[in-house]
């Protein structure tokens, strides 16, 4: 597969590729697959951290396309981590539906980076939905001793089988997908509270992430070195 002048863009702005080996693959159920994978040297040169992603290159009938994914309990110890992929239509999950052990796809490290603020904050507040609940895991992951408050939207019943691993002082509310993601809009802005020393990740559609933020930053007053705002994924 002849890669695309994005590739080429990533490599000249310092992107580091590496081949991933697909070592397990496993439903989570009808809609997801996890698959394991060797990092093939990724986990021993680049540094570690929450809501860390790759690019991943597919074939997409002879022209390379590129897709981005968080990794799922990292292992530097082993140079393993996972991978969740959603099964829609797309040459993402028909590679992951198809993948055996064996399997290799390459991958680039740019542009991924993300710390907490130290000192830490007092409380988390974190929106996301199906597609970045590896990256808000890996948040509750990484501290665990901070009080979060977690609202989660989702599209269908069964993607709350991902699950969210939240601890006793961790507060999570799962939001339907409704109205576009208005829905999850009214819900946040009416449960977020006034910023009070907490610090605000927001990663979901990328209409709804741009709502949610500009509340976040003129309803509650926020500073920006107190929120992080990704869009996910585009509706349209």
């Known amino acids: 597969m002849k890669r695309n002048w994005e590739s080429l863009v990533l490599k000249a702005m310092g992107g580091r590729n590496f081949r991933l080996t697909v070592l397990d693959s496993a439903p989570v159920n009808e809609r997801y697959q996890r698959l394991l994978v060797d990092g093939g040297g990724l986990l021993q040169e680049c540094d570690v951290h929450p809501t860390m992603w790759i690019r991943l290159w ?8 590129q897709r981005a994914y968080t990794l799922v309990d990292p292992d530097p110890a082993t140079g393993r981590f996972h991978l969740e992929f959603a099964l829609h239509d797309g040459c993402a999950a028909r590679w992951a539906s198809a993948a055996r052990p064996g399997d290799t796809i390459e991958s680039t490290v740019h542009g991924t980076g993300f710390a907490l603020p130290d000192p830490a904050p007092r409380h988390l507040y974190l929106v996301g ?37 939240t601890r006793a002082h961790h507060e999570v509310v799962w939001v339907p997908r409704r109205d576009d993601g208005r829905h999850l809009v009214d819900t946040v802005r009416d449960g977020m509270p006034a910023s009070d020393g907490g610090y605000y990740w927001v990663a979901c559609e990328a209409a709804t992430t741009r709502s949610i933020v500009k509340h976040i930053r003129r309803g509650l007053g926020v500073g920006r070195q107190q929120l992080t705002g990704v869009g996910y994924w585009n509706a349209r």
């Not at 890996?138 to 969210?164: C, F, M, N, R």
């Open 58 to 65: 597919f074939d997409n009938d002879g022209r390379s396309h």
């Open 129 to 165: 939905d199906a597609a970045s609940l590896p990256a808000v895991n890996s948040l509750l992951d990484s501290a665990q001793d901070i009080p979060a408050t977690v609202w989660i939207e989702y599209a269908h019943e069964d993607e709350k089988e991902l699950g969210a691993r």
